[in-house]
């Protein structure tokens, strides 16, 4: 039995059975029926913390989905499950690919700031100010773009490409100036 039609919970298993039901009705191949089900399972056990489960569907799923846009949300889940494993690196992977497949995914350039904005921090406590600054610059480039997307969304990420002066592209240019000019 699929992990999706063993949930307990009153909304997942509504949307089970409305996904199920227009799994049936729309013209889709068993393949696409089974990717579907492998996503839908993975996002399930997902939500319940058992992560290495949800990595099994979602691999499955990746096997089985051709479309494109389909895949790029099984890779964009499957980041965060890395990321939760501490695997901060192959976190990136997914998320990096997921964009590539369907370029309006801002959820994902936002996880992708948010990692290079925590190893700039890790680069701060072992006092490595030049890879913090440079791992900030890529977390605000990410930021830039999920909010070129989804202006009204990420306002402490908005916040703090302000604090720092890193809300354009050229800031970059404009400390390298300034560094120059105290020389």
Known sequence: ???SQ???NFIDKTFTILADILIRILPTTKREREAFIYYRDGMS???EGEYAEALR???KAMRLEIDSYDRSYILYNIGPIHTSNGKH?????YYFQAPERNSFLPQAFNNMAVICHYRGE????QGDLEISEAWFD????????AIALSPDNYVEAQNWLKIT????PSHRRERWNNRMGEA
Do not use: C, K, T
């Open 138 to 145: 890529q977390a605000a480039e990410y930021w830039r773009r």
């Open 89 to 93: 690196a192959e976190a990136l992977e």
């Open 165 to 168: 002066g890193r809300s354009s």
């Open 57 to 59: 569907s979602y691999y």
């Open 122 to 125: 890790q680069a701060i406590q």
């Open 45 to 47: 056990a997902q939500s």
């Open 1 to 3: 039995m699929p992990r």
């Open 6 to 8: 063993r949930n307990d």
